[in-house]
Structure formats: C-alpha cells, structure tokens
C-alpha cells in the first residue's frame, strides 16, 4: 500500500507539472526604422522611414509618409529640409555634405522626434578594382564582412586603394550588380594594414559579362559599428542576436550615414 501511494503523488506531481507554455512572438510595438544616407556627392541624400512589423507577418515594413526631415550642419548651421519623393522616402537633390563636417538629422513624425549626427571622414579614392578569379559555388558567401545566400558564382576582386597613415580609417563597399543593388554587407577597417594599400578581396555574386559598380564609402565608426553588428546577426555569428546599435536616438532603429563616395565599374570576363 505504501509503495501504491507514492506512484499515485508521484504521478499527480508529474501531471500537476504539465502547463501549456504559451510565447508570444507576434504582438509588439512597432518601432521606427531609420535609414539615412548623406554623401558628399549631390542627388546622393536620402532619408527612408518605415515600420517594423510583427514576427509572424511576411509583409513588408510598412511607410512612414507625412514626416518633417531635416540634415543642419554643425560647422555652418545651415538646415536643409528633405521632401517626400515616394511614401517613406524623402530627398534632397542639391544637397551633399563636405568631408571633416559633422550633420546631423532631425526626424519628426507622429509627435516624436529622433536625432542622429555623423561625421564624413576625409575622401579616400577608389583607384581601381582587381579581378582575381572567380568559382562556382553555393552555400552562404559574402564579402570579409558579406552574408548571402544560393548557389552562385563568387566572383574575388580587390579595390585597390592607399590607406591614409595615422588616422583610423573605416569603409563600407556598396555593390550593385547590373543596375541592381546587392544585399551583402561589406565593411573594412584599416587595422593591420594602416597607411598601405589594400589587399583585401570582396567575395562577390557574378557571372561573366556582369557590370558590377563598386562604390567605396569612408563611414565613420559608429556607422561601421552598426552594420558590424548588423552582418553578424545576418551570419547568425552572435549566440544571442541583437538589434545593433544606432547611432539614432528615441530608441530607433537603423543608422544616419554621412560619408564619402569613389565609384568604380568593372565588367566581369
């Protein structure tokens, strides 16, 4: 009888442990996603504003229209206001930024205000770009800091350029291949190899006669730290995934990027 009794506490214990977890993975907040790009070259300034969505929704992030944005340079005070272009996507043609000034960008929308400054780093010159070789392959491939997927050709090219010595230097290659802008996320800094050219290969997605723009950007640290962050999540690298740190305030997301471009084009053979 003893014995009898335990199994039966025994088996209400167990069954009293049974409980229906249930995670909520679909219902947040939206928040506000940010992307902002200066350049020092004109009809380069672009502001687009979306929302996040929830986990389970397979839509696109939705527009953010009917938004006051504004880029004010810091060395001179001047306040460039942007237009509304397309719904989420706001422009200003003449409008470009001038290396070693600091910017800063001004959103408002929906009674709140987000803040976000970024310095354009000195101009650093993309004087050519060397095709090495190229290889089919598939699996996941990207540039030293590029993610991607699918089988493809992976095309190695390096841009050549001479690191400025003594300052610290970061980079951002944006790729687009036949008039399509590619996904991968390729970023360099200068450590290692501080005042000297560059050796470094990007491991990009091509086949023969592909024209394939490459537009090297100086980006200053926080931005690079952004997209860092970024690229790890995409590569899954990190054990806990993490939105990366913006350098906008209010808690939103995305980046403010002032930075330099040198643009090269090469055909691939």
């Given at each position: 009888m003893k014995k009898y009794f335990l199994v039966i506490i025994s088996t209400f214990i167990l069954i009293s442990c049974e409980r229906e977890i249930d995670i909520n993975l679909n219902k947040s907040n939206p928040r506000l996603v940010i992307e902002g790009n200066l350049s020092n070259l004109a009809g380069e300034c672009s502001v687009k504003i979306t929302k996040t969505v929830n986990f389970s929704e397979i839509i696109p992030n939705p527009t953010v229209s009917g938004a006051f944005v504004t880029i004010i340079s810091l060395n001179t005070n001047k306040t460039d206001t942007l237009k509304e272009t397309a719904p989420g996507m706001y422009t200003?043609?003449?409008l470009f930024g001038i290396p070693g000034q600091t910017y800063t960008m001004v959103v408002k929308t929906n009674n709140e205000t987000y803040i976000a400054s970024s310095t354009i780093p000195q101009m650093v010159d993309l004087e050519s770009i060397q095709l090495l070789d190229s290889n089919s392959s598939g699996g996941s491939h990207g540039g030293p800091?590029?993610?991607g997927s699918g089988s493809n050709t992976i095309v190695r090219m390096i841009p050549k350029y001479t690191d400025p010595a003594n300052i610290v230097n970061f980079f951002q290659f944006v790729?687009?291949?036949?008039?399509?802008?590619?996904?991968?996320?390729f970023i360099q800094s200068d450590f290692g190899f501080?005042?000297?050219v560059s050796n470094r290969p990007l491991r990009?997605?091509?086949?023969k006669k592909d024209?394939?723009?490459?537009?090297?950007?100086c980006i200053d640290e926080a931005v690079y730290n952004y997209f860092f962050g970024l690229n790890e999540n995409i590569n899954q690298s990190?054990?806990?995934p993490s939105n990366p740190v913006s350098n906008i305030?209010?808690?939103a997301l995305g980046y403010f990027k002032a930075h330099t471009s040198s643009v090269k084009t090469i055909i691939i053979k």
């Open positions: 200003n043609d003449s800091m590029g993610g790729v687009t291949r036949n008039d399509t802008l590619q996904k991968d996320i501080n005042g000297l990009v997605k091509a086949n024209i394939v723009k490459v537009d090297m950007q990190s054990a806990t305030s209010n808690n």
